[in-house]
T-cell receptor, first 110, second 115 residues
Framework: GNSVTQMEGPVTLSEEAFLTINCTYT??????LFWYVQYPGEGLQLLLK?????DKGSNKGFEATYRKETTSFHLEKGSVQVSDSAVYFC?????????FGTGTSLTVIP | NAGVTQTPKFQVLKTGQSMTLQCAQD?????MSWYRQDPGMGLRLIHY???????DQGEVPNGYNVSRSTTEDFPLRLLSAAPSQTSVYFC??????????????FGNGTRLTVT
């Protein structure tokens, strides 16, 4: 079956620091890959996605590249802001079941 | 734009009570689903539906029932609440589920406590 291994948190960074959150997955078939973000007290919302090998998804300064050979989809941002403080979820999808990692909590301090 | 609407936001139940969590979407999405979110466990799929009249089980279906009589609504029923069902519940919909790589749209969640 499908599974996701996501970088353990919590992660605390200073403003303008570089962010990487690692995500590796196992999946049957050829998954689409998603990152979702959850702000306090809210539901998850789509951050970015990639649907085939070597595709790069990007949004709000965040990027992730679909690496089929290493089954990874690491999230990066060059300069984080306080407003990026949230929980981030990696989620591969094949078929009608979406699988989520355990989430990585990020806190950015001024 | 309403998107996915969940009610109630908070609920406290006693063990053995039943209740229904409501979920409605106004985006004409085919696919709807229910997740529970527990600390350290991420989101786990309870049930999902790929269209009106069609439902299927996810990873953790025991103790929960669903039905999909309309495209818009997908209620989740707890038949006899147990403390292990204390969690935050999210409803999510997408245009086509696993087809066409469509992402999920989430409601804001229902925080349920069973005492």
């Amino acid at each position: 079956g499908n599974s996701v291994t996501q970088m353990e948190g919590p992660v605390t960074l200073s403003e303008e620091a570089f962010l990487t959150i690692n995500c590796t997955y196992t999946a049957t078939g050829y998954p689409s890959l998603f990152w979702y973000v959850q702000y306090p007290g809210e539901g998850l919302q789509l951050l970015l996605k990639a649907t085939k090998a070597d595709d790069k998804g990007s949004n709000k300064g965040f990027e992730a590249t679909y690496r089929k050979e290493t089954t990874s989809f690491h999230l990066e941002k060059g300069s984080v802001q306080v407003s990026d403080s949230a929980v981030y979820f990696c989620a591969p999808n094949t078929g009608n079941q979406f699988y989520f990692g355990t989430g990585t909590s990020l806190t950015v301090i001024p | 734009n309403a998107g996915v609407t969940q009610t109630p936001k908070f609920q406290v139940l006693k063990t053995g009570q039943s209740m229904t969590l409501q979920c409605a979407q106004d985006m004409n999405h085919e696919y709807m689903s229910w997740y529970r979110q527990d600390p350290g466990m991420g989101l786990r799929l309870i049930h999902y539906s790929v269209g009106a009249g069609i439902t299927d089980q996810g990873e953790v279906p025991n103790g929960y029932n669903v039905s999909r009589s309309t495209t818009e609504d997908f209620p989740l029923r707890l038949l006899s609440a147990a403390p292990s069902q204390t969690s935050v519940y999210f409803c999510a919909s997408s245009y086509s589920g696993g087809k066409y790589n469509s992402p999920l749209h989430f409601g804001n969640g229902t925080r349920l406590t069973v005492t």
